[in-house]
Nanobody, 121 residues
Framework: QVQLVESGGGLVQAGGSLRLSCAASGSIVSINNMGWYRQAPGKQRELVAGITSGGSTNYADSVKDRFTISRDNAKNTVYLEMNNLKPEDTAVYYC???????????????WGQGTQVTVSS
């Protein structure tokens, strides 16, 4: 079993900052890509930011220059630093990892339970 535990969501005023964390535990033996997605009411889940095992990052255009994704491989943890938050950033944020529980077997995707981020105007 693989567990992803998210933390750091909450209510913040526009222009404020939040830092999300997601720690993977359990039987995971290796992690490739890690990412953050979000889903606003009535909208599809969208990729916010991703980071490869080598540290390469990619961002949705709407969050570039405001959000920063990072990872701590020793802790199996991915972070999302969110600055200059806007009301349109309001959503449930989910972390996702792609990894293996047995060396050499196929990669699987694992998801966190989601954490609410609400930005007031």
């Amino acid at each position: 079993q693989v567990q992803l535990v998210e933390s750091g969501g909450g209510l913040v005023q526009a222009g404020g900052s939040l830092r999300l964390s997601c720690a993977a535990s359990g039987s995971i033996v290796s992690i490739n890509n890690m990412g953050w997605y979000r889903q606003a009411p009535g909208k599809q889940r969208e990729l916010v930011a991703g980071i490869t095992s080598g540290g390469s990052t990619n961002y949705a255009d709407s969050v570039k220059d405001r959000f920063t994704i990072s990872r701590d491989n020793a802790k199996n943890t991915v972070y999302l630093e969110m600055n200059n938050l806007k009301p349109e950033d309001t959503a449930v944020y989910y972390c996702q990892i792609r990894g293996r529980t047995i060396p050499g077997l196929a990669l699987n995707d694992y998801w966190g339970q989601g954490t609410q981020v609400t930005v007031s105007s």
